[in-house]
């Protein structure tokens, strides 16, 4: 039971990053600073977050509680993500429809907010002609929501293409380019399952540990990597936009 603050902050943590991750795109047009950079640390940074938004809306209806049905919709909640950059790699276009995410995160940040207000133990609450607790009723929403988006997602990767698979989708949709199935982001699972397949021949708190290091390592180094590439094959800056004006507002002046 978290305290109540804590949903709170998560409601408007999650309203924030929703309403930045909307707009940046107007900045960055704005700004003529439009690049596959901005659009690799705007999906990047989707690829965490889709990670704490899953298990913060699953600890606020009390999921635990049924963990194979908190490991579905934790293993759904990515899964989805990784669909989405898959059709796009297909198809070279991102598509939205009519109810998405960002109506999904609004959704969430109201459970929070729900869950502040009457606390988490409101989602045990059973439904008197369904016999169904209340929490139940969010994962048949997500369900109904799954179904929809995966016939919209596989109808363009069946009928366009099939990608191939990776942890490295967005950028090589951003590169035109093949993805590697040699990846080093399968070294930390590798070992968690050698262990579990020679019983647990090393204390699996400390596989745990190494795996973690091991993952954090690996994406530090491969974000690193591609973002300064990516910003020196384009002659820009990672952190700082340039001083020169947009060709809009030269245009103006010169007027």
């Known amino acids: 039971q978290a305290p109540f603050w804590a949903y709170i902050l998560g409601a408007l943590g ?46 606020a209806i009390r999921l635990g509680t049924n ?104 950028v090589a949709h951003m590169t035109k380019s093949e993805i590697c199935l040699q990846e080093t982001a399968f070294i930390g699972p590798g070992l968690l399952f050698l262990d579990q397949y020679f019983n647990s021949f090393v204390d699996e708190y400390i596989v745990l540990w190494i795996a973690l290091f091991i993952s954090l390592f690996d994406m530090l180094r491969y974000a690193a990597g591609v973002c300064l590439q990516i910003a020196a094959h384009l002659h820009i800056h990672v952190f700082r936009i340039s001083s020169h004006q947009a060709p809009e507002q030269v245009q103006n002046h010169n007027d």
């Not at 047009?29 to 298990?55: A, K």
């Not at 598509?95 to 009457?118: C, H, N, P, W």
């Open 14 to 59: 999650l309203f924030i990053y929703q309403s930045l991750d909307a707009i940046d795109g107007k900045q960055a047009r704005r700004t003529n600073t439009s690049s596959p950079l901005g659009e690799l640390f705007d999906h990047g940074c989707d690829s965490i977050s889709t990670v704490f938004v899953v298990l913060g809306s699953c600890i």
């Open 67 to 170: 963990p194979d049905w908190l490991f579905f919709c934790c293993f759904v909640g990515l899964f989805m993500f990784y669909s989405a950059h898959w059709q796009t790699y297909v198809s070279g276009i991102l598509r939205f429809g009519k109810v998405d995410v960002t109506e999904v995160q609004i959704a969430i940040a109201m459970l929070l907010l729900i869950s502040a207000y009457g606390g988490t133990a409101v989602w045990d609450y059973k439904v008197p002609l369904v016999g169904l607790e209340l929490k139940f009723f969010a994962v048949f929403g997500i369900l109904c929501g799954i179904a929809l988006s995966f016939f919209n997602y596989f109808h363009v990767i069946f009928g366009g293409g099939v990608g191939k698979n990776g942890s490295t989708i967005a």
